[in-house]
């Protein structure tokens, strides 16, 4: 099972916003809405930000959204700021291997 | 609140096994299932496998499957994750995760919404 694709990395600057893709095919992102999303700074464990593709748990600001098309999945951040900085990697669930993630996209702040 | 608490690092030579501990609190333990993700140095999240204590279930990476066991101890509720045959890649830091799913038999993963620390293993002679 190949990973998903995302880019190595993205920037903006603070208030800006930002979207980090998320390709795969359609026995993983095209066949299924359970698509989330994962931020991750250095040295510290993954925390869910988006989960089914656009929902976000308690507590996660609203300036992250999800969404998705076709094979491909979408995770923007609007009114960037400094703490945004981090890698953010996707997952889906497949039908061949129960879960895939992506390869992970560096978020720089500048 | 929910905490899913990991046992510390550890350094193995190659060839040896490795038993990781994940020690869940604060949420029924047998309701859900426990997902293993390793991060290799520089790399990005790599799923192992899962294991659900509500009905005993295992799956596996095929690129782990033969080499690594997950098991449960409801009485501690404590998952546990051995790796066996271990080679310096399997040099990572090994992340438990609780798991939703979206069935309601609990057979189908969506996401992993509370993680462990991490617990660091290095491989080398």
Redesign the interface.
Known sequence: ?S?LTQPASVSGSPGQSITISCTGSNSDVGGYN?V?W?Q?HPGK????MI??VSNR?SGVPDRFSGSKSGTTASLTISGLRAEDEAEY?C?S?TSS????????TKLTVL | QVQLVQSGPEVKKPGASVKVSCRASGYPFSSYGITWVRQAPGQGLAWMGWITPYNGNTRYAQNVQGRVTMTTDTSTSTVYMELRSLRSDDTAVFYCARTRTFDSSGYYPSHFDYWGQGTLVTVSS
């Open positions: 099972q990973a359970y989330s994962y991750q464990a993954p925390k869910l989960y089914e748990p990697s997952t669930y291997t129960l879960v895939v993630f992506g390869g992970g």
